[in-house]
């Protein structure tokens, strides 16, 4: 079983910056897509960024602009930088890779990291 490890959150004030890492145990083949996904108190989880095995990349209104996700193959590693953080950024941040394996999706979390923006 594959495990995702994310890390690089913390306590920020607004207009900081962090970079959230999310490594994997071992390389996972038939990846679809990887991403980041947060989940406020009382909300549910929602989608930050993805990147696909392709390159290509989405992100949600809330953050384009202020976020970057990319991958270094070579490193199992996802990485999610994240500029002008603002208090509505709080939330644990979960790491995830989609692999399709002859049309049945299989989705992989790791545990998630908390960041925090306040003063």
């Known amino acids: 079983q594959v495990q995702l490890v994310e890390s690089g959150g913390g306590l920020v004030q607004p207009g900081g910056s962090l970079r959230l890492c999310c490594a994997a145990?071992?390389?996972?083949?038939?990846?679809?897509?990887m991403g980041w996904y947060r989940q406020a108190p009382g909300k549910q989880r929602e989608l930050v960024a993805t990147?696909?095995?392709?390159?290509?990349?989405n992100y949600a209104d809330s953050v384009k602009g202020r976020v970057t996700i990319s991958r270094d193959n070579a490193k199992n590693t996802l990485y999610l930088q994240m500029n002008s953080l603002q208090p509505e950024d709080t939330a644990v941040y979960y790491c995830n890779i989609l692999v399709i394996v002859t049309g049945i999706r299989y989705n992989y979390w790791g545990q998630g990291t908390q960041v925090t923006v306040s003063s």
């Open positions: 990147i696909t095995s392709g390159g290509s990349t």
């Open positions: 145990s071992a390389r996972l083949l038939n990846i679809y897509s």
